[in-house]
């Protein structure tokens, strides 16, 4: 089974409207973090924001926020009044830190290609 | 500027030839990543390295080899063992363990096999 799953392979979104981008996960570990990365087409991969499965509160980091609904294992990224810089493929990824099975490292979701339309 | 770079860019390199890609970071950090991306996918982890002279594999470690004999470096070797190795690869770094451990990645090298 997908580890992480984002269902929305493309997305085609005006300038200045608001986008969700969702995310669902799937562990049994008491203990792990949720996080968002942008890839642009120059292939970096920027960090954006980051979920605690312990955090009371969703996170948010400027023009970007995260609904986080631990329950329904879902950790979607907003992010409000897109701008054409937004355009990129984004990334939800996943560490656990119990059940890895010893792997340190991100357990990525396939990605989702926004597109910011003038 | 703290950062992490990665060399070449772009690498080419005949069937049954080893290359190792450069990575390097600058940023103090413990643990240091290698990822594969293949075009439309996620990013899958290959090696990790926790401390210098100690690595684990990843999920798809076969066909590759790694080194950490500096903090600051971990250079990822593609052998001739590995059956399709044309990717774009990224190194990453973080201070630690835990939950919360950012990944701060490289530029990236893409690899083409011709």
């Known amino acids: 089974a997908q580890k992480i799953t984002q269902t929305q392979p493309g997305m085609f979104v005006q300038e200045k409207e608001a986008v969700t981008l969702d995310c669902t996960y799937d562990?049994?570990?008491?203990?792990?973090?949720l996080f968002w990365y942008k890839q642009p087409s120059s292939g970096e991969m920027i960090f954006l924001i980051y979920?605690?499965?312990?955090?009371?509160q969703n996170a948010t980091e400027g023009r970007y926020s995260l609904n986080f609904q631990k329950a329904r294992k879902s950790a979607n990224l907003v992010i409000s009044a897109s701008q054409l810089g937004d355009s990129a493929m984004y990334f939800c990824?996943?560490?656990?830190?119990?059940?890895?099975?010893?792997?340190?490292?991100?357990?990525f979701g396939k990605g989702t290609h926004l597109i910011i339309q003038p | 500027d703290g950062g992490i770079t990665q060399s070449p860019k772009y690498l080419f390199r005949k069937e049954g030839q080893n290359v190792t890609l450069s990575c390097e970071q600058n940023l103090n950090h413990d643990a240091m990543y290698w990822y594969r991306q293949d075009p439309g996918q996620g990013l899958r982890l290959i090696y990790y390295?926790?401390?210098?002279?100690?690595?684990q594999k990843g999920d798809i470690a076969e066909g590759y080899s790694v080194s950490r004999e500096k903090k600051e470096s971990f250079p990822l070797t593609v052998t001739s063992a590995q059956k399709n190795p044309t990717a774009f690869y990224l190194c990453?770094?973080?201070?630690?363990?835990?939950?919360?451990?950012?990944?701060?990645f490289g530029p990236g090298t893409r690899l083409t096999v011709l």
């Open positions: 990453a770094s973080s201070k630690g363990q835990g939950a919360y451990n950012e990944q701060f």
């Open positions: 979920q605690g499965s312990y955090d009371q």
């Open positions: 390295s926790q401390i210098v002279n100690d690595f």
């Open positions: 562990t049994s570990d008491p203990s792990y973090g």
């Open positions: 990824a996943m560490r656990e830190v119990y059940s890895g099975g010893g792997a340190d490292g991100l357990t």
